[in-house]
């Protein structure tokens, strides 16, 4: 099984968090970025379709595609 970017970028961030649990608010902020990246590599139409239905969904998706 090959990993996209986006997971291997949220996996980064997952054991980061872990290893850093010295500020729980940012501990727990990076974990939920980091499980939304591994989603998105790992279901990229899925998570896309989600994040669209939110608020402000297009705006998110285009910020995220630009910066990832």
Avoid at 9 to 33: K, N, P
Avoid at 43 to 55: D, H, I, M, N, W
């Amino acid at each position: 099984m090959t990993l996209d970017n986006r997971t291997k970028l949220g996996a980064i961030i997952a054991v980061s968090v872990i290893a850093g649990l010295a500020f729980v608010w940012i501990a727990v902020l990076l974990l939920i970025v980091a499980i939304f990246l591994i989603a998105w590599g790992q279901a990229p139409q899925r998570v896309e379709t989600f994040v669209k239905g939110l608020p402000y969904g297009d705006s998110i998706m285009g910020t995220l595609d630009k910066w990832i």
